[in-house]
Nanobody
Framework: QVQLVESGGGLVQAGGSLRLSCAAS????????MGWFRQAPGKEREFVAV????????YYADSVKDRFTISRDNAKNMVYLQMNSLKPEDTAVYYC???????????????????WGQGTQVTVSS
């Protein structure tokens, strides 16, 4: 069982930056792929980024590529999402998610993840 707690959301002007954090419980953090998803009002939850297990390979949605960076610190059981050049369309609730590396190779769909945080609101004003 893994518990995830996000933090770092808030209100920022367009062009600004935010860093989201996700703290994970458990002793085998490196054996989980960690993903970030977001859900804007009236829209479906969408994939943002994933960082795979201990290898640390990363993948991004096209909409955030070159602006967002996902990283992890396996010693601290933490995953981060550095968001730069924020746009109003990035406004959403951002969720951290986890799935065991043995379950899936490179998860980019929300139904591939087993554990979810409660979400943190990011609002970008124009």
């Amino acid at each position: 069982q893994v518990q995830l707690v996000e933090s770092g959301g808030g209100l920022v002007q367009a062009g600004g930056s935010l860093r989201l954090s996700c703290a994970a419980s458990g002793r085998t953090f490196s054996s989980y792929h960690m993903g970030w998803f977001r859900q804007a009002p009236g829209k479906e939850r969408e994939f943002v980024a994933v960082i795979r297990g201990s290898a640390g390979t990363t993948y991004y949605a096209d909409s955030v590529k070159d602006r967002f960076t996902i990283s992890r610190d396996n010693a601290k059981n933490m995953v981060y999402l550095q968001m730069n050049s924020l746009k109003p369309e990035d406004t959403a609730v951002y969720y951290c998610a986890a799935v065991r590396t043995v379950s899936v190779f490179s998860p980019r769909r929300d139904n591939e993840y087993d554990y979810w945080g409660q979400g943190t609101q990011v609002t970008v004003s124009s």
